[in-house]
């Protein structure tokens, strides 16, 4: 089974300065994806951004970018330029790459709040 | 496109009482889940469904029960409902045919069990 861990349960950034969440991960697979999701108060999961294992290349969206350190087993989250509206608890996840029902499954780490100060 | 609906959003039961959370998708998903997220932890796993007829255990099934008779509909039925039941539950759809899809989330139903 894996398993995903985010070492750090709260954080906190100064609107416009950059933040990394960090994210660890333990599988025996060699393929799978990697995801951040971000939870506002609302409650609503909002997808922030998607890697795919095999892919070398680090995800980016906008502000949001990975740091993909696959033999690490490692998975951060950098955000620029911080904004209020970034405030939220952010939750890292693993799904595997392998066919079949358990591909749709979603593995999440135990959530990083990140407050954005004024 | 409303995407994946939830409802109730929020529901307070009593100790012994059955419910129906009720999730609805219509992005023409084969894949819906429900996950569950108490405080201090992320989503885990209850039950999930890989189309019509065909519904399978996550994480932490135990009472809980599902079906799915249509590709739309995916409920979840507490069958007698206890205290460690209270917790937000979170529907979630995607398509099924390749893994690693982007999953798309309800907004969430909170439950009081009490």
């Known amino acids: 089974a894996q398993t995903v861990t985010q070492s750090q349960p709260e954080m906190s950034v100064q609107e416009a300065e950059t933040v990394t969440l960090s994210c660890t991960y333990d599988?025996?697979?060699?393929?799978?994806?990697l995801f951040w999701y971000k939870q506002p108060p609302s409650r609503q999961m909002i997808l922030v951004i998607r890697q795919e294992a095999y892919k070398q290349q680090n995800a980016t969206e906008n502000r949001f970018s990975v740091n993909f350190q696959k033999a690490a087993k490692s998975f951060s989250l950098k955000i620029s330029d911080s904004q209020l509206g970034d405030t939220a608890m952010y939750f890292c996840?693993?799904?595997?790459?392998?066919?079949?029902?358990?591909?749709?499954?979603?593995?999440f780490g135990k959530g990083t709040k990140l407050s954005v100060i004024p | 496109n409303a995407g994946v609906t939830q409802t109730p959003k929020f529901q307070v039961l009593k100790t012994g009482q059955s419910m129906t959370l009720q999730c609805a998708q219509d992005?023409?998903?084969?894949?819906m889940s429900w996950y569950r997220q108490d405080p201090g932890m992320g989503l885990r796993l209850i039950h999930y469904?890989?189309?019509?007829?065909?519904?399978d255990q996550g994480e932490v099934p135990n009472g809980y029960n599902v079906s799915r008779s249509t590709t739309e509909d995916f409920p979840l039925r507490l069958l007698s409902a206890a205290p460690s039941q209270t917790s937000v539950y979170f529907c979630?759809?995607?398509?099924?045919?390749?893994?690693?899809?982007?999953?798309?989330f309800g907004e969430g139903s909170w439950l009081t069990v009490v």
């Open positions: 469904s890989v189309g019509a007829g065909i519904t």
């Open positions: 992005m023409n998903h084969e894949y």
């Open positions: 599988t025996s697979e060699n393929n799978y994806y």
């Open positions: 979630a759809s995607s398509y099924g045919h390749n893994s690693g899809n982007t999953i798309y």
């Open positions: 996840a693993f799904m595997t790459a392998y066919s079949g029902a358990g591909s749709y499954q979603l593995t």
